[in-house]
């Protein structure tokens, strides 16, 4: 099993902004995703983070507004850039071992004024 | 295109048994996935099946028949506390997991 810890939990924040979102996985996965989730709605996949490639992102999302790091195989950021009104959501990473179920971080709920 | 389909409310009786059901069409299938997730929480792992035939896990069981590309999720003795969103997942041929909508239950006394 993997523990995944992800910060900030919630954020209020300037439209105009950016706010970055970190995940810190107890042990070493090679995948990582990134989820947004609207109230009362599934998982909507925004990217997959690879250690030592750049991120693949879902029709929908760019790069210029999502911009994902994954600088080690424990640890990913995603940022949500120039923000909006629409970016109010909860964002999820997750680690997916290979041969196992995905493990989620506890979300941020972010809210955009 | 891959799509999973999974009703989107459910209601039954605390102490009774309710079957939440997934159909699905992806591209390759690697495991499907049963997740619970209580509102304003994370989504937490259930069940994995990747055989077809019936895996349980104490008060959940969780079907799979690859043929019909379909599961159904059995939540037996049901507690107030099982109020939740279920998602289905599917995993693909690239190892993504596709998911479901969801299913909201709804546990009455």
């Known amino acids: 099993s993997a523990v995944i810890s992800q910060k900030p939990s919630r954020d209020i924040c300037q439209r105009g902004t950016s706010l970055t979102i970190q995940c810190q996985v107890d042990?070493?996965?090679?995948?990582m995703f990134w989820y947004r989730q609207q109230p009362g709605q599934s998982l909507t996949l925004i990217a997959t983070?690879?250690?030592?490639?750049?991120?693949?992102?879902e029709s929908g999302f760019v790069i210029d507004k999502f911009p994902i790091s994954r600088p080690n195989l424990t640890f990913s950021t995603l940022t949500v850039s120039n923000m909006s009104p629409e970016d109010s959501s909860i964002y999820l990473c997750?680690?997916?071992?290979?041969?196992?179920?995905?493990?989620f971080g506890q979300g941020t709920r972010l809210t955009v004024v | 295109g891959q799509n999973i389909d999974q009703p989107t409310e459910m209601t039954a009786t605390e102490g009774a048994i309710v079957q939440i059901n997934c159909t699905y069409q992806?591209?390759?299938?690697?495991?499907l996935f049963w997740y619970q997730q209580h509102a304003g929480e994370a989504p937490t792992f259930l069940s994995y099946?990747?055989l077809d035939g019936l895996e349980e896990k104490g008060r959940f069981s969780s079907f799979l028949s690859r043929s019909k590309g379909y599961s159904y999720l059995l939540l037996k003795e049901l507690q107030m506390k099982d109020s939740a969103s279920y998602l289905c997942?599917?995993?693909?041929?690239?190892?993504?997991?596709?998911w479901g909508a969801g299913t909201k239950l709804i546990i009455k006394p």
């Open positions: 983070a690879n250690q030592g490639s750049e991120a693949t992102y």
């Open positions: 042990s070493q996965v090679t995948m």
């Open positions: 099946n990747v």
């Open positions: 997942a599917v995993r693909d041929s690239n190892y993504q997991l596709i």
């Open positions: 992806t591209s390759g299938f690697n495991g």
């Open positions: 997750s680690a997916q071992p290979r041969d196992t179920e995905a493990f």
